[in-house]
Every structure is written in C-alpha cells, then in structure tokens.
C-alpha cells in the first residue's frame, strides 16, 4: 500500500500546517471505518473535561486500531464532531500529538451530540 498526499496551491485556499487536502490510497488490502468514538472509559463515563475527553477518545481509537492490527499510521481521514465551536483549538492540538508529523484529511463539525456530556466525537477510517 501507498500513500500520496494531494496538496495543490494553485486554484485552491492553501492548507494549514496540520492539514492535507487529501490523501490518494494506492492498492489497500484493508479498510477499517471507525464510528464516532466519544471520551468514554472503559465503564462508560465519560470524562469530566475536554482535555480528558479528548485523551480518552485517542486511547479509545488507538484500542481500536489495535484491534485490526493496525496503529495510528493507518489513519488516513478523520471527522471531529464538536459540541461547541470552542473545542476546535483543543481538538487540534489533541489531533496533532495523537498524530506526530502525519497530516490527513480532516473536517470539524459542530453538532449537538446525544449526550450533554459527550463533548467531541472523532470517527476515523484507516488503511493496511
């Protein structure tokens, strides 16, 4: 498998520093769609801030990419769903250390989650 990154900067808004346009897969064996994972413990509370919640949501996501053999390098998009407009910055920084250097497409939404207390959903789809 193969990964390309499609940044053009001519005709188009240029991307930011923690985002890629898109990303051209080249002959994947699999694909793993990951539902929208909240900042839930393993009993199903939630955590009782952003911070928190965000940390669990990443822990929650490399758990499941485990469970597909695969890591937070075979990410290839994701989408946040933001309960309040606020969040964007800190689901930023949490994306950025979750993914080191690796930029993918992504897209923020603000949304109202089914849970008063579920502050962010991530869904992700990754590669191998």
Not at 1 to 29: C, F, R, W
Not at 94 to 123: F, S, Y
Request: proline share 5%; glycine share 6%; net charge negative.
């Amino acid at each position: 498998m193969k990964l390309v990154s499609h940044n053009p900067t001519a005709g188009i808004y240029p991307a930011t520093p923690d985002y890629v346009h898109a990303i051209e897969v080249q002959e994947p064996k699999r694909i793993l769609f990951v539902a929208g994972t909240m900042g839930l413990d393993e009993h199903g509370v939630a955590g009782t801030t952003l911070d928190e919640q965000l940390e669990l949501i990443w822990s929650n996501i490399r758990t499941i990419l485990a469970s597909a053999d695969m890591t937070i390098e075979n990410i290839v998009r994701l989408t946040s769903y933001l309960r309040d407009p606020s969040y964007a910055e800190a689901n930023g920084a949490a994306r950025t250390r979750a993914l080191g250097d690796r930029r993918i497409p992504t897209t923020a939404i603000v949304a109202q989650t089914l849970m008063t207390d579920w502050l962010v959903e991530i869904e992700v789809i990754a590669v191998a």
